[in-house]
């Protein structure tokens, strides 16, 4: 399994982006996708998953309501539309996949099997 993120950059607060991530290499609906970021200094912390087939999302708290996690079994990606961004937000952000039960989209990094490179989004003030 192969994970590619992509469409990080720079953006001012209140600014938006949209990130991808790009499966390849099993069957893509077997996978549930989570997404996680590491700020400069800070541990990893979870920020999105969604389940094998889209239906069931889990967003960390202080996200919710601003992050919007969906997926394309179609073309093997997965979205995470980002608006209003906070400088807070600033960090590398990682997809992960995990070969997971139906109903799953876990928040627990250890539950994710593979892991893409990582994009960086920094966010101005």
């Known amino acids: 399994v192969q994970l590619q993120a992509s469409g990080g950059g720079t953006v001012q607060a209140g600014g938006s982006l949209r990130l991808s991530c790009a499966f390849s290499?099993?069957?893509?609906?077997?996978?549930?996708i989570g997404w996680f970021r590491q700020a400069p200094g800070e541990e990893r912390d979870f920020v999105a998953a969604i389940n094998r087939n889209g239906k069931i999302t889990n967003y960390a708290d202080s996200l919710k309501g601003r992050f919007t996690l969906s997926r394309d079994n179609a073309k093997n990606t997965v979205y995470l539309q980002m608006n209003s961004l906070k400088p807070e937000d600033t960090a590398v952000y990682y997809c992960a996949a995990d070969r997971a039960i139906l109903s799953h989209a876990s928040t627990w990094q250890t539950d994710y099997d593979y892991w893409g490179q990582g994009t960086l989004v920094t966010v101005s003030s």
């Open positions: 290499g099993r069957s893509f609906g077997n996978y549930a």
